[in-house]
């Protein structure tokens, strides 16, 4: 496997932003012309967008082949990615993921936005249809925020074990875990909407192999559009 950063080249910063400044869905595409494939080839590959002015703005990719500049707009730094991981280890992470439930209606699985669902679980409770029927001033009406706490960092919780790590400091995690960022994201050349968060802090590993699955193949839905791969650091 191989982790690399894709950033402009220098003094080639607005060429470059004219080649990536498109929807989640393009960017996905155009990021394909890194690392060539037979046409109907499965995506290998997962990435994350780093936001920034145009000299720190750039991709993390995550492959099983390395990626190739596809002209001298850009410049592709390429390491081989295969972290050395131990039971108890403790890492810093960053992950930006896009949390959802799967649940039944009607006997059809579907797939909904963690937040907008627990939002209409309280709004079905006292069988109001929307959010803003319900009074400001009751004590009752969580804020948002305090949802996308509570719902993002119960998800990370789920998908831990399963992906060998656990987060760190016990009953302490839900202050130690940073949520931010969250927001509604739109692919409109496909009509596809979707969430996104930003998790961070410190996690421990419980089973390296699966925890190396997770960093090599990401964590959650939305991997074609930017999401699920982690990153992580010693501490």
Same mark, same amino acid.
């Given at each position: 496997?191989? $982790?690399?950063?894709?950033?402009? !080249?220098?003094?080639?910063? *607005?060429? !470059?932003?004219? #080649?990536?400044?498109?929807?989640?869905?393009?960017?996905? #595409?155009?990021?394909?012309?890194?690392?060539?494939?037979?046409?109907?080839?499965?995506?290998?590959?997962?990435?994350?967008?780093?936001?920034?002015?145009?000299?720190?703005?750039?991709?993390?990719?995550?492959?099983? *082949? %390395?990626?190739?500049?596809?002209?001298?707009?850009?410049?592709?730094?390429?390491?081989?990615?295969?972290? &050395?991981?131990?039971?108890? #280890?403790?890492? !810093?992470?960053?992950?930006?993921?896009?949390?959802?439930?799967?649940?039944?209606?009607?006997?059809?699985?579907?797939?909904?936005?963690?937040? %907008?669902?627990?939002?209409?679980?309280?709004?079905?409770?006292?069988?109001? #249809?929307?959010?803003?029927?319900?009074?400001?001033?009751?004590?009752?009406?969580?804020?948002?925020?305090?949802?996308?706490?509570?719902?993002?960092?119960?998800?990370?919780?789920?998908?831990?074990?399963?992906?060998?790590?656990?987060?760190?400091?016990?009953?302490?995690? *839900?202050? !130690?875990?940073?949520?931010?960022?969250?927001? &509604? &994201?739109?692919?409109?050349?496909?009509?596809?909407?979707?969430?996104?968060?930003?998790?961070?802090?410190?996690?421990?590993?419980?089973?390296?192999?699966?925890?190396?699955?997770?960093?090599?193949?990401?964590?959650?839905?939305?991997?074609? $559009?930017?999401?699920?791969? %982690?990153?992580? *650091?010693?501490?």
């Amino acid at each position: 496997m191989y $982790f690399s950063l894709i950033t402009p !080249a220098p003094n080639a910063e *607005r060429e !470059a932003a004219i #080649q990536w400044s498109k929807g989640p869905y393009e960017q996905h #595409q155009w990021l394909w012309q890194f690392l060539a494939a037979e046409r109907g080839s499965k995506r290998d590959f997962i990435f994350r967008h780093r936001y920034g002015d145009n000299k720190s703005h750039g991709f993390y990719v995550v492959s099983s *082949r %390395m990626p190739v500049a596809i002209n001298d707009a850009w410049q592709v730094n390429s390491k081989e990615y295969d972290p &050395q991981l131990s039971i108890g #280890q403790r890492l !810093a992470f960053d992950l930006r993921a896009n949390p959802v439930v799967t649940h039944k209606v009607n006997e059809e699985t579907r797939r909904d936005d963690v937040v %907008m669902h627990k939002k209409k679980q309280l709004l079905s409770e006292r069988g109001l #249809q929307r959010w803003s029927d319900w009074r400001d001033d009751d004590p009752q009406k969580p804020l948002l925020y305090e949802i996308v706490q509570s719902t993002c960092l119960t998800w990370l919780e789920h998908r831990s074990k399963p992906a060998g790590f656990a987060l760190v400091n016990g009953d302490e995690t *839900r202050k !130690a875990i940073r949520v931010d960022g969250y927001g &509604q &994201q739109r692919v409109e050349k496909k009509d596809i909407r979707f969430s996104t968060v930003d998790f961070s802090g410190v996690l421990e590993v419980i089973d390296p192999t699966l925890f190396k699955q997770a960093l090599f193949k990401g964590i959650g839905h939305a991997k074609a $559009f930017g999401c699920g791969l %982690m990153l992580v *650091r010693r501490v």
